[in-house]
C-alpha cells in the first residue's frame, strides 16, 4: 500500500542532480488537499516532468558529446527528460478515468537510464 500521487509531487532521478515537482492537470477530476491526483499516463516531458538540472547519464546524448570533448572526464549535459514508457504501478488498486492512480511506489523508467521516483507524494491523508 502507497502514498496517493498528486500535483507538487517531488519527483527524483538518480542521473540528475536536482528534485523536480510533478505537474498534474486537472483532468482526471479527482482532487487530493494539494491538488488532482496523478494517473499512469502523467508522464509527458516538460508538460508532466520537468528538467532535473543536469544529466550525469553518458547514454544522454549531450552528455555524451561534452564527456568526449572533455576527453572522457564526465561532463554532465542538460536533462531531457525522456520516459521510456508510461509510470508503472506497483499495486494498481484505485483507477482513474486514464488509467491507475500513482502512489509513492510507482516509477518511470528514462530512457538514459535513470528511474523516477517521488521522494515527496505531494500529500500525506490517501493511502492507496
Given amino acids: 500500500m502507497g502514498i496517493g500521487m498528486c500535483s507538487t509531487a517531488l519527483?527524483?532521478?538518480?542521473?540528475?542532480?536536482?528534485?523536480?515537482?510533478?505537474?498534474?492537470?486537472?483532468?482526471?477530476?479527482?482532487?487530493?488537499?494539494?491538488?488532482p491526483f496523478g494517473s499512469?499516463?502523467?508522464c509527458v516531458p516538460f508538460?508532466?516532468?520537468?528538467?532535473?538540472?543536469v544529466c550525469m547519464s553518458v547514454l544522454n546524448p549531450a552528455t555524451a558529446a561534452l564527456t568526449a570533448a572533455a576527453l572522457?572526464?564526465?561532463?554532465?549535459?542538460?536533462?531531457i527528460p525522456t520516459p521510456a514508457g508510461?509510470?508503472?504501478?506497483?499495486?494498481?488498486?484505485?483507477?482513474?478515468?486514464?488509467g491507475p492512480i500513482l502512489n509513492s511506489d510507482t516509477m518511470l523508467i528514462c530512457a538514459y537510464g535513470g528511474v523516477i521516483k517521488a521522494t515527496v507524494p505531494g500529500q500525506f491523508t490517501v493511502l492507496i
Fill in 40 to 42: 499512469i499516463v502523467d
Fill in 11 to 35: 519527483l527524483t532521478c538518480p542521473m540528475g542532480v536536482a528534485p523536480t515537482p510533478l505537474t498534474v492537470l486537472p483532468a482526471c477530476m479527482t482532487m487530493a488537499t494539494t491538488g
Fill in 47 to 53: 508538460l508532466n516532468i520537468v528538467p532535473f538540472g
Fill in 72 to 79: 572522457g572526464i564526465l561532463t554532465p549535459g542538460p536533462c
Fill in 86 to 98: 508510461t509510470w508503472l504501478p506497483m499495486k494498481p488498486t484505485v483507477l482513474l478515468k486514464p
